[in-house]
């Protein structure tokens, strides 16, 4: 797949899509798009303001009343033939998200299959949105239980994984009866509106789906949380914008589903399959050059294994190759600009000045631009910011633990909750674990977690409500309760 072929496919646009139409914006502005692995411009987006956020919100109030009052078969159908166009338009799809973001091919084809799963699962869901009749309180009352959109939804979604994270939040809001308009993020608004364009050509009606890339994205959070049109926020990316994000829904009490940071722990206990252990780690931590919310933060090996650990983890990284995504099959591509360089830099000086240890890596890659060596550092402890901070990129920490409580309390000991990872044949100490380690997700004996199947999200300040599964759509309906006096004869 060439540069040339991925920017002439019929699904590259750079204009917004707003109202089934696609659009320059109200003051003519554009911002540069970029390929992470060499700063060179591929796009030239319109760059949206807070007149056209209005228009997209207009047009969804009335896009509002057509949409949810189709039957949810009739939703299903053409559901469904987004998911069917996005899988023949597959090796677009997956050419853009390397070329804005900077994954490679074949993590990118990975990403198309699991973004397109949550438009397939939800096609299915939206037949299955169920009432409940509940026993009457009196003998005259029947209680009935009824479930119905909440109305226009704003997404407000990050750069790394620029497909999964807009289908993991437009398929159950569409499903449910919602319109959405949708603020990608502003490094990777192409693959947004490449699944517009697909969105439309599948006959989702004008105003359902509206795309709206912008770099001014403080004011239009602002303008999206503030407006009484908008009933939910659908928000992914850091913790710090999340809060924002929360204090601004506060002015309208709207309703928000948080998905944010996490600060992974992995727990390595001396009963674990260490092959497996040492597969799991580096899927955990080595996806999209460890730019995913869910990356292993902290590795603890239990320290009867840890040299063992340590010396084939840091032989299985030293194998990993890195490269541009569109020139070569590449384990690892370049992070996504200099500010995620910068600061893995800075989180690596910081530990090894404190004592940490490097096994492998430890440097900017050969490459240069924003490409790093996919590192690991021994000796880590929680004195060292890498130990807090989400890293964000392909830097492993490992830490050495002694005892079952002693590693409980050190990885709960976080204001993150998301992803966890437990490696351990003993199954009385898995479920020992899983049950008191604070986060949404547990990887037991695997790195691998992510699934349109399983409800995904976190908790404490990594978020609130949960995207996938037969739970997801819950987000976007809400509760109505009629109650019926009925006459005795
Ligand atoms: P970010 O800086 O918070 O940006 C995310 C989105 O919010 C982008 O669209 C961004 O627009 C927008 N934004 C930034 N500041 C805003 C503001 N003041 N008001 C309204 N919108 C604003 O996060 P990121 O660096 O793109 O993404 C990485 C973070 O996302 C990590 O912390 C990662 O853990 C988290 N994440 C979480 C999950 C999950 O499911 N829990 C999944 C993926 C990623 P611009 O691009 O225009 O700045």
Redesign the pocket.
């Known amino acids: 797949m060439t540069r040339a072929s991925i920017l002439g496919s019929k699904i590259f646009r750079q204009q917004a899509f707003i109202a089934g139409r696609w659009t320059d914006s109200g003051d003519g502005s554009t911002f540069d798009v970029s390929d992470p692995a060499d700063g060179s411009v591929i796009a030239r987006v319109t760059n949206c303001t807070t007149e056209d956020v209005q228009r997209a919100l207009d047009q969804a109030s009335v896009a509002w009343d057509g949409w949810k009052d189709r039957t949810g078969k009739e939703r299903a159908a053409i559901l469904r033939r987004w998911f069917d166009l996005m899988i023949e338009n597959r090796d677009h799809l997956a050419g853009l998200i390397s070329l804005e973001q900077g994954k490679p091919l074949r993590e990118a084809a990975d990403e198309v299959t699991y973004g397109t799963a949550y438009i397939e699962w939800f096609a299915e869901e939206a037949k299955r949105v169920e009432g409940h009749i509940l026993p009457g309180h009196q003998r005259d009352k029947r209680i009935m239980v009824i479930r119905q959109p909440i109305g226009v939804v704003a997404a ?6 620029p497909i999964a ?1 807009i289908t993991r939040k437009c398929a159950p809001a569409l499903a449910a009866g919602c319109p959405v308009v949708v ?5 990777t608004p192409l693959c947004a509106l490449a699944l517009a364009e697909l969105g439309r050509l599948a006959g989702l009606p004008d105003g359902v789906l509206s795309v709206l890339p ?2 001014r ?2 004011a ?2 602002k303008h999206l949380t503030e407006s009484r049109i908008v009933r939910k926020l659908s928000f ?6 999340g809060r ?2 929360l204090q601004q829904s506060a002015s309208t009490i709207k309703k928000a589903s948080m ?4 600060n992974a722990p992995v727990i390595i206990f001396d009963d674990a399959d260490i092959d497996k252990a040492v597969d799991g780690a580096l899927a955990a931590k080595f996806r999209n050059a460890g730019q ?2 869910v990356c292993a933060n902290r590795i603890y090996v239990q320290s009867s294994i840890y040299d063992e650990f340590a010396a084939r983890f840091a032989l299985a990284v030293e194998r990993l190759t890195v490269g541009a995504s569109l020139q070569g099959d590449f384990d690892l591509g370049p992070l996504i600009d200099e500010k995620a360089l910068g600061k893995v830099r800075e989180l690596v000086a910081d530990a090894t000045d404190k004592g940490a240890v490097v096994l492998a890596g430890g440097k900017v890659h050969d490459l240069g631009g924003t490409f790093y060596k996919p590192t690991v550092l021994s000796g880590v402890t929680e004195r060292m910011a890498i130990a807090t901070e ?1 890293v ?1 990129g392909p830097v492993a920490s490992l830490l050495r633990f002694n005892t079952e409580a002693e590693v409980i309390a050190r990885a709960n000991d976080t204001e993150f909750g ?1 992803a966890s990872y437990i490696f351990s044949q003993n199954i009385d100490r898995v479920f020992r674990v899983a049950e008191k380690i604070e986060a949404g997700m547990v990887g037991i004996n695997t790195g691998l977690i992510s699934t349109e199947i399983a409800p ?1 999200g ?1 908790v404490k300040e ?2 609130l409500g949960r995207e996938g599964s037969r739970f997801g759509i819950e987000d976007y309906l809400e509760m109505k309760y009629l109650c019926l006096s009925v006459e005795a004869e």
């Open positions: 407000i979604t990050p750069w790394n994984f994270m603020k990608p993020a502003s490094q912008s770099n994205s403080a239009i959070g992914t990316g850091s913790t710090q914008t924002i994000l998905e944010l940071g996490g995913t919310c989400e964000f998301l995904f976190g990594s978020g």
